[in-house]
């Protein structure tokens, strides 16, 4: 739209003026990705705050996106960006904030950071990070969407727990019957592919598993969206069947999307679909 840029640039000058604390998101795909180091320049020209780097996730409108998601390599850059702008303003005394999400493989990609960079606070990063548990979709994130109903995460709009009209929230929540929010709660995660084979899921708690529903029509197929390779998540010999490179990055056309499948025993559940749901 017309003017829109100069007038959040006002928004947020505003915003400053009087206080108030103000960030910048951004969702990483291939075709802005080149954008981010002048992104983080803005931010620290304005003195932002707060940066937020959201990955992709291909749930409602983003799943039109999924064919222009950042390939691993891109990711990986981005990530090495972000994390040593963030380290250099811990350097110079700076107190912006530096947050991504949509992809929790991340926690495991800064412990290999640290690793090298930090190695004498591996230990204590690594505590940190299990301490907060990866994933939360279902545990410690909900969804209430404008019709009152109840879904496991923003993502999720194709999938109702219950309706806050018919039921309070609190009884919808702490019904663990549902067959989805028990198998979102399981520790660890019943996940296939390379998250299964992985040595950090108690990090990353599988990732995103409705990203794994889009490209795979399969709630428990590994993430498509981890660009880790094989010796960073521990794995000595490549998982049968694992897919090589990002999902997206394949032209639509070559991908077997295909109608979804019947869900394998013991999968997860696609039940109490929302009807009319656009994702
Ligand atoms: S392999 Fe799966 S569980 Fe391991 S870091 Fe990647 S997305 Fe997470």
């Known amino acids: ?6 007038a959040s640039m006002r928004a947020i000058d505003l915003c400053k003026e009087r206080g108030i604390k103000v960030g910048l998101r951004f969702t ?5 990705a080149t954008e981010l180091p002048q992104l983080l320049e803005l931010m620290r020209a304005r003195d932002i705050d707060k940066f937020f780097l959201s990955h992709l996730n291909y749930a409602g409108r983003g799943n039109v996106n999924r064919r222009d998601d950042a390939v691993h390599r891109t990711t990986r850059w981005a990530m090495d960006t972000l994390i040593e702008t963030a380290w250099r303003d811990a350097r110079a005394g700076a107190h912006r904030e530096y947050v991504t999400g949509n992809n929790d493989a991340d926690g495991v990609y800064l412990l290999h950071w640290a690793a090298q960079q930090r190695p004498g606070h591996v230990a204590g990063l690594r505590a940190r990070l299990m301490a907060w548990g990866g994933n939360a979709t279902g545990e410690n994130i909900a969804n209430i969407d404008s019709l009152g109903n109840v879904h496991p995460d923003t993502f999720w709009w194709h999938y109702a727990l219950g309706n806050v009209l018919e039921r309070p929230f609190s009884a919808i ?3 663990d019957s549902d067959p989805l929010l028990g198998q979102l709660r399981t520790r660890p995660r019943p996940v296939q592919g390379r998250c299964a084979a992985c040595e950090h899921r108690a990090i990353c708690n599988g990732n995103t598993r409705i990203r794994a529903f889009q490209a795979s029509n399969d709630y428990c197929a590994e993430d498509p969206g ?20 990002a999902a997206p990055s394949v032209p639509a056309t070559t991908r077997a999307w295909g109608p979804p499948s019947a869900t394998p025993p013991g999968c997860w559940p696609t039940s109490r679909r929302v009807a009319g749901c656009c994702c």
């Open 173 to 175: 929540w702490s019904d």
């Open 28 to 32: 990483l795909t291939q075709n802005n």
């Open 226 to 245: 981890c660009y880790l390779d094989d010796d960073e998540i521990g794995i000595a010999t490549p998982v049968p069947g694992a897919m090589a490179e």
């Open 1 to 6: 739209m017309e003017g829109a840029f100069d």
